[in-house]
């Protein structure tokens, strides 16, 4: 069953760094285009970056320029570096694949990892 698990974020001053880490199984990762979301309490799930198995990336424009995203096929995972972060990127992150014809919402394939930023 295809599963993903979100690590890194944490907390951060306004203009710091942080990066996140997926790590995927249950589907076959290099054929899967795959995309971080996020989503703050009381607030839409909103799709920020993406990229796909060729490694071409795609951003939001609230992340261009800040946030770079990166996979490496061999060892199943996808990375979200993140600069100059601001106190609105404070939310959960998730890592998911688009997979058709799979049911699961989107920001509720896992746990998502916290990420914070302090002004």
């Known amino acids: 069953w295809p599963q993903v698990v979100e690590t890194g974020g944490g907390s951060v001053e306004a203009g710091g760094s942080l990066t996140v880490f997926c790590r995927a199984s249950?589907?076959?990762?290099?054929?899967?285009?795959m995309g971080w979301f996020r989503q703050s309490p009381g607030s839409q799930c909103d799709e920020i970056s993406t990229i796909d198995p060729d490694g071409n990336p795609t951003y939001a424009d609230s992340v261009k320029g800040r946030f770079t995203i990166s996979r490496d096929n061999a060892d199943r995972r996808v990375t979200l570096q993140m600069n100059s972060l601001k106190p609105e990127d404070t939310a959960v992150y998730h890592c998911e694949p688009f997979l058709e014809g799979n049911p699961t919402p989107r920001c509720a394939w896992g746990k998502g990892s916290e990420v914070t930023v302090v002004s």
């Open positions: 249950g589907f076959a990762f290099e054929e899967a285009k």
